[in-house]
């Protein structure tokens, strides 16, 4: 059980940035994120043992950690709030030369409107797609064929060239 828990451990290190990837994806302030990540480890921890070694940790840790993600932006009991603190939007008001200017600020947060109007799915596809995840392994992960991965990747491109290019953020909500 000790060699398990520290294998575990070492393991969920060196691969942490996943999860705050992850998080980042599914939750918008720095509050939720850090309530996601331990969420994802706990649950990472109770399925380990299901953990088959043969495969990459990566694409098991990335497919349970999507999974909480996902159940976390869908559930009742863990509201996304929209609200954001100054520290996760950048502000330092001590230090306002060191601040993105407004066309940049804006980018960003047309690009942060688009990606929180995405399905869980589909979040899920840009973030593994973001992270140069090979097509095989964005398949591993939300078990669907590698066919399937590179039409909706061709879809999320056009859609979300789109929705950058019109100026109107779509309201299709959770899908």
């Given amino acids: 059980m000790a060699a398990d ?6 393991l969920l290190d060196r691969h942490a940035p996943i999860l705050r990837k992850v998080a980042a994806t599914y939750a918008w302030n720095a509050a939720d994120r850090r309530d996601l990540m331990q969420e994802m480890a706990l649950q990472l921890w ?5 953990y088959d070694p ?6 098991w840790m ?11 932006l869908r559930g009742a009991g863990n509201p996304v709030r929209r609200s954001i ?11 306002s030369a060191a601040r993105p200017d407004d066309e940049t600020n804006g980018r960003a947060e047309r690009l942060h409107q688009v990606i929180a109007q995405l399905g869980p799915l589909d979040r899920a596809l840009l973030l593994l797609y973001l992270d140069e995840q090979s097509h095989r392994e964005i398949a591993d992960v939300l078990g669907i064929s590698e066919t399937n991965v590179g039409t909706k990747i061709n879809r999320l491109k056009l859609r979300l060239r789109q929705d950058l290019t019109s ?3 779509p309201r299709t909500g959770l899908r």
Avoid: H
Wanted: no cysteine.
């Fill in 5 to 10: 828990q520290s294998e575990f451990v070492a």
């Fill in 46 to 50: 109770k399925a380990y043992p299901r």
């Fill in 54 to 59: 043969a495969r990459p940790f990566s694409t």
């Fill in 62 to 72: 990335y497919r349970v950690a999507l999974n909480v993600g996902i159940s976390f």
């Fill in 85 to 95: 603190s100054l520290e996760d939007a950048g502000v330092n008001p001590v230090d």
């Fill in 167 to 169: 100026g109107a953020v």
